[in-house]
């Protein structure tokens, strides 16, 4: 927690990228737990064949594992949510919310959005002239509740994040890591460093 605050800014929410076919439970529950411990609210995992989703309870017990594990006693601290669709998991009072998703969340979330809306439209209970930014946010159910993410940490030598949230991170900070496999506590908070460093311009 004392590096988290040691930085000029820390990301509210973290997206974790996986682009690497075998992607390691390990590994990226301990990502997970790292982003618990210097204070990151919101966490999202994504990998591009939908394998932690399917897996999402075996994902889950890691990090709960290495929640323990790292933590130790004070593991009481760093309480989580599990805000996923298909499974409800343990829900505690929350400090950080961690939600898994795959491509689906992605450019299929914004067709259903769309049509969502079109169907209000049908019903007159919206017109054509009401779409705007804060409304297909909201038509949006894969991030619900979530903020978009600021930074992004990608895995893998494929130099995209491939259809994880295109509508959410314009504004997103792109951070690429060789792999996630072994990854090390002082890899990721470098990331973190890189991050707090960069000034972000929003297009001007």
Same mark, same amino acid.
């Not at 690497?20 to 990151?40: F, K």
């Not at 017109?127 to 159910?141: P, Y």
């Given at each position: 927690?004392?590096?988290?605050? +040691?930085?000029? @800014?820390?990301p509210v ?6 682009t690497?076919e075998?992607?390691s439970?390990a590994?990226? +529950?301990?990502l997970?737990?790292w982003?618990?411990?210097?204070g990151? !609210?919101?966490?999202?995992v994504?990998d591009?064949?939908?394998?932690f989703?399917?897996?999402?309870? *075996?994902?889950?017990d ?6 323990q ?16 669709q ?8 929350c400090? !950080?919310?961690? @939600?898994?998703l795959s491509?689906?969340?992605?450019? +299929?979330?914004?067709?259903k ?6 169907q209000l439209?049908?019903?007159?209970q *919206?017109? %054509?002239?009401d779409?705007d930014?804060n ?5 949006l !159910? ?6 978009d993410?600021d930074?992004v940490?990608k ?7 491939l259809?994880f949230?295109?509508?959410h991170?314009r504004?997103t900070?792109i951070i690429?890591?060789? !792999? %996630?496999?072994?990854?090390s506590y002082e890899?990721?908070f470098s990331a973190?460093h890189?991050?707090?460093a960069?000034?972000? *311009?929003?297009?001007k």
């Amino acid at each position: 927690r004392a590096d988290g605050r +040691a930085l000029r @800014k820390l990301p509210v929410h973290v997206g974790l990228v996986v682009t690497e076919e075998e992607p390691s439970y390990a590994d990226m +529950a301990s990502l997970v737990v790292w982003c618990m411990a210097v204070g990151i !609210s919101y966490v999202s995992v994504y990998d591009h064949n939908g394998i932690f989703k399917r897996n999402n309870s *075996r994902l889950m017990d890691e990090i709960l594992k290495q929640q323990q594990e790292l933590l130790g006693l004070d593991c009481s601290k760093y309480t989580v949510e599990f805000a996923n669709q298909d499974k409800t998991g343990p829900v505690l009072n929350c400090q !950080s919310t961690i @939600k898994v998703l795959s491509p689906e969340d992605g450019k +299929a979330d914004i067709v259903k959005a769309a049509q969502n809306f079109c169907q209000l439209v049908a019903q007159q209970q *919206r017109t %054509h002239s009401d779409l705007d930014v804060n409304m297909l946010d909201n038509l949006l !159910s894969s991030t619900n509740g979530f903020p978009d993410p600021d930074l992004v940490l990608k895995f893998g030598p494929v130099d995209s994040t491939l259809g994880f949230l295109p509508w959410h991170i314009r504004l997103t900070e792109i951070i690429s890591l060789p !792999s %996630h496999l072994n990854i090390s506590y002082e890899d990721f908070f470098s990331a973190l460093h890189h991050y707090a460093a960069c000034e972000q *311009r929003w297009g001007k």
